[in-house]
């Protein structure tokens, strides 16, 4: 049997299934005949031309054919389609998952997201439902799912007379009004921002070391199936822990943000104001610096981390503490898929070598936040004070979280599911110890514990599969456009709730509220610090590629970064990305560790050539390219 599974939106490739994992057999086609020769994985014909990945072959088709094509087995589709994944408007959002994204996490992220924040929203006093996210071809989409009327929604707005009466009369609407209220006039963050010193997190630290200290690779087949099992659990509780936690992380910040627009003050102004505030974010610099210093004592230049070791006792402790909790996290993504910081011993050691103890001007945040303090009115700078307060409060939670909610235990799960790779290929299992990552959360214990199904060829197939999504160029949105009600026509809590989320989704660069940018040869965005800086650009799609080449001083530019991103970013001389907004983490980051940085530059991956020559301006926001390389 051969089937076609699609063709690329351009119509210039064909993905076919090749009826048996083991036939040398190409697909047949009326449009496009193929051959290939034994013992190789080409495939050629009708202007044709093709690779083999386990039972797909990926072919380069000629421009004139249709759209469907007579194949063995009947007519098929062939045509890749981004359909909406439900009733409404979904927007994509590229700033966490690039595309090709795993199973499992396309099981997690929506059920962590939906769950939160329909639990979390009445309680906030915001009038939705939850923030709903789906995964597209790979894809990430997420849409506002509103309180009433969700799954019918209308391109018309109702008349606002109406709605002013609905808001007011429906149970719901008057719950969420009075805990809106409740909300702003005393937050409620401050208590959960120390309940997360105090207790969640020394909780959460000793869970993920609970799993850490398992030596995998010691444990029986059922037993390493019971260990991704308990795993599968923990990640899926860390998840909406995490997305719970946001609203007391970002509500802060953005509550900031909205008055400061009321203000006349811009976000990036206000976000100055905050740097400094996040001892996370910089704990992992000062912890590299601590291990330099004790290798200075010796004179020692280490080429591995074993010469770290021997270096010294206190280079071996300090060493041994930065690992302990960091060495299982992700690193380069938010991706199953993507390397935790352990496996890449070559970046920890440049890393260390490349410590710097110090980074941005500690006095500069409050210079701001006092120059921004004597443009607010005199009656509203109280609130200004306590607003500003209460963001700084926050910061530190913000970038935090993540790395102890979501990329260690992810990182955990990971490295499970490379031992049981390893032992599925080393079986016959599994045609390639990375295809473990293409089993969903069911799929993988029951395998590990010896299930038949999926077989190799088909897991060999889905891996082709996320490899060709990982090459689409998605929309950017999905669906008809809903009708958003006027802000007043709500009640004054309500409003502001709504505004508040509104901020946040823009400031994080996960919508694009004003539509996608028509300029294509563009590299504009956010600017992170004061000082332009000139040097080669690395460019890669995620962390561990350009780490795998970047040298010391070099220009990272990359799609998106993740808040883990704090503990190999003592490399770069700048950065550059291609997702996210002020409030993304690769702003907090730079701001944090004084990196001069430009976010958002949507075009950055299409204009940027690894080896070029490039100024990035932070107080222009623009980055050139001034030599090729």
Known sequence: MVVVVDVSPNRSTMVVVVGSATSSEPP???????????????????????????????????????????VAGGMQRMDTEFVAPGPGHWQLDRSHFTGGTTPIMRWLL??????????????????????????????????????????????KAPPTVLLKVASRLHPEFRRRTRA?????????????????????????????????????????????????????????????????LHGYDLGPIGLLLLAGADWGLASTELLTALAGASPSTVEPREALARIRAALAETGVAPTSLEDVTAASPRAAEELHA??????????????????????????????????RPTGPDPGAADRAATEL?????DVDRSRFDDLLSDARGAMDLRDDNGPITAEWPCGLLRLAMLEAGRRLAASGRLEDPSHVF???????????????????????????????????????SLGRPEAQPPLDALPAPLATTVSLVLTVIAELGMGDVDGPSTDRTSLTGTGIGTM????????????????????????????????????????????????????????????????????????AMRLITDGDVVEVDPVAGRVRVVGGG
């Open 532 to 603: 332009p800086i000139t040097g080669v650009a690395r460019v890669a799609e995620n962390a561990e590629e350009a780490f795998d080449r970047l040298e010391p001083g070099e220009i990272l530019v990359t799609r998106t970064t993740s808040p883990a991103y704090n503990m190999v970013l003592t490399l770069v001389g700048g950065l550059v990305t291609a997702e996210g907004g002020p409030m993304s983490h690769a702003a907090v980051l730079s701001r944090e560790l004084g990196i001069p940085a430009v976010v958002g530059a949507a075009n």
């Open 180 to 244: 809106a209220r409740r909300t702003l006039e005393q937050s409620p963050a401050p208590g959960v921002i120390a309940e997360w010193h105090s207790t969640i997190r020394p909780d959460l630290i000793a869970r993920n070391l609970a799993f850490q200290d398992v030596d995998v690779g010691t444990l029986e087949d059922q037993g390493l199936a019971d260990h991704v099992s308990g795993i599968l659990a923990h990640v899926r509780s860390t998840f909406e822990e995490h997305f719970r």
């Open 28 to 70: 047949q086609a009326v449009d496009a005949r193929a051959s290939a020769s034994a013992g190789t994985s080409t495939l050629t014909g009708a202007g044709s031309t093709g690779r083999r990945i386990g039972r797909r072959w990926y072919v380069r088709m000629h421009p004139a054919l249709p759209r469907r094509v007579r």
């Open 110 to 155: 929506p059920a962590a997201v939906g769950s939160a924040y329909r639990k979390q929203w009445p309680l906030l006093g915001i009038p939705a439902e939850t923030l709903s996210v789906a995964f597209v071809e790979g894809f990430m989409y997420t849409r506002l799912r509103p309180l009433i009327r969700a799954d019918r929604p209308s391109a």
């Open 373 to 377: 303090r004597s443009r607010v009115p």
């Open 322 to 355: 930065y690992l302990r909790h960091r060495s299982s996290v992700l690193y380069a993504g938010y991706d199953l898929d993507s390397p935790t910081l352990g496996e890449a011993p070559d970046v920890i050691l440049a890393s260390i070598l490349n410590a």
């Open 438 to 476: 293409e089993l969903d959360r069911h799929e993988l214990p029951a395998v590990i514990s010896g299930a038949p199904d999926p077989g190799a060829g088909d897991l060999a197939a889905r891996a082709g599969d996320r490899a060709h999504q990982k090459t689409l160029d998605p929309p950017a």
